[in-house]
């Protein structure tokens, strides 16, 4: 069975540039979710999407960041401008509604 | 919301000891309680998880304990070997067992 996918794994960009990453969960797993993981912290939730709906983006910066879950499977989420503070890993997990959740291998974002 | 603290911080054994890791919960109403094992650039693996309906499991040389009373929960590592170096997270849910909160990780080395 194939893991979670995620790209691209690294990304550097200049400071206001926009950038974007994207996951394909496991299959048949309808609940996705966006973590942010900064140097030397755990994971924390950005954003939970069940099928198609987000149903937890309490913790999403929601003036630079953004989210979609088209047709329930893939996911992108955007962030518009990047600041410097936005360098960490971003992962994607997936679960079957709330069972245990898998990681994909994230993308490690450098804003320089 | 949940708050999960976990300890110790850095933890080295010798290889064949055992290793103990804590973390506690505030959220009384949470029930589910993984485990995550990060190697350094490599995407966090759950290597075991437990439901509040019991109060230990076991999977070869790891298992889980869960005391829902005091609200904490320990990972041990039996028989450690190289291999099992890595940063351990726990992770206890706010409200449902999708939104999870992560602790700040245990580092652990087995030494030769």
């Known amino acids: 069975e194939a893991g979670v996918v995620q790209s691209p794994r690294y990304k550097i960009i200049e400071k206001k540039q926009p950038v974007a990453f994207w996951c394909n969960p496991i299959s048949g797993h309808n609940t996705l979710y966006w973590y942010r993981q900064n140097l030397g912290q755990g994971p924390e939730l950005l954003i939970r999407?069940?099928?198609?709906?987000?149903?937890?983006d309490s913790q999403l910066p929601k003036d630079r960041f953004s989210a979609e879950r088209l047709k329930g499977v893939d996911s992108t989420l955007k962030i518009q401008p990047a600041e410097l503070g936005d360098s960490a890993v971003y992962l994607c997990a997936s679960s079957f509604s709330q069972g245990p959740q898998y990681f994909g291998p994230g993308t490690r974002l450098l804003v320089l | 919301g949940e708050n999960v603290e976990q300890h110790p911080s850095t933890l080295s054994v010798q290889e064949g000891d055992s290793a103990v890791i804590k973390c506690t919960y505030s959220?009384?109403?949470?029930?589910?309680f993984p485990w995550y094992k990060q190697e350094l650039g490599k995407r966090p693996q759950l290597i075991i998880d437990i439901r509040s309906n019991v109060g230990e499991k076991k999977d070869q040389r790891i298992a889980v304990t869960l005391n829902k009373t005091a609200k904490h929960f320990s990972l041990h590592i039996t028989e450690t070997q190289p291999e099992d170096s890595a940063v351990y997270f726990c992770a206890a849910p706010t409200g449902t067992a999708s939104k999870l909160t992560f602790g700040t990780g245990t580092r652990l080395q087995v030494t030769l």
């Open positions: 999407y069940e099928n198609e709906e987000a149903v937890d």
């Open positions: 959220d009384s109403a949470s029930n589910y």
